[in-house]
């Protein structure tokens, strides 16, 4: 496991091993809109999740894409620095190292993995490990990335395949959105809390 998100995950671990539930919230592709970081933030105050999980890319807009509405990365990294307890995170293909120093928890792992209930979840940006080149993977692993700004929740058969979306700049059906974890189902929701699909793991 890489570095500073040992300790969270095996405390999520642990709870699960314990029988108690645990509800996990994620998060992708902010790039530095703090118009819509507020709109999450508000959206993880009502799901009063153990955890909120982000899949990278939270600062930059980076080259390829237009400012996003309300661009102020600072105050991105203030509404996320004052986040308790903190986030888990993954590095985007945006991320530097001029982003983790305005950052108070970790955010240059390329992967981590988590256990929900019984069942391994890779969690990285998806620019690098994606459906094009998986990661190692066991039967009815977990495969939850973001990068690509589209939403998606599949049971591809040998594994599951899980993309929240954007929190800032969506592209397919153009609705931002984030994806909660909890009692063994993925459900995608759209910054008012509106659900927009659900993925059940199988027995």
Not at 4 to 21: D, L, V
Not at 124 to 136: D, K, Q, R, V
Not at 179 to 186: D, G, I, K, L, S
Request: hydrophobic residues 40%; glycine residues 8%.
């Amino acid at each position: 496991m890489q570095g500073a998100a040992a300790a969270p995950c095996t405390r999520i671990w642990k709870r699960q091993e314990r029988g108690i539930s645990v509800k996990l919230m994620f998060a992708s592709d902010i790039h530095g809109s703090a118009l819509y970081a507020e709109k999450l933030l508000a959206r993880l105050k009502d799901e009063a999740p153990q955890r909120l999980v982000l899949l990278g890319d939270i600062l930059y807009h980076g080259p390829r894409n237009e400012l996003p509405d309300g661009y102020a990365p600072k105050e991105v990294a203030a509404m996320l620095n004052a986040l308790r307890p903190r986030p888990l995170c993954v590095r985007g293909n945006c991320e530097a190292e001029v982003d983790q120093m305005m950052l108070e928890f970790p955010v240059m792992a390329e992967y981590f993995p988590l256990l929900l209930d019984g069942r391994m979840a890779f969690i990285t940006h998806g620019h690098i490990w994606n459906e094009a080149n998986l990661p190692p993977l066991e039967a009815d692993d977990i495969l939850i990335h973001g990068h690509t700004h589209v939403r998606a929740a599949q049971d591809k058969g040998a594994y599951y395949f899980l993309n929240p979306g954007s929190v800032s700049i969506p592209k397919g059906d153009g609705v931002r959105g984030y994806m909660v974890y909890e009692n063994r189902v993925f459900t995608l929701k759209d910054l008012d809390g509106g659900v927009l699909a659900t993925l059940a793991l199988h027995d």
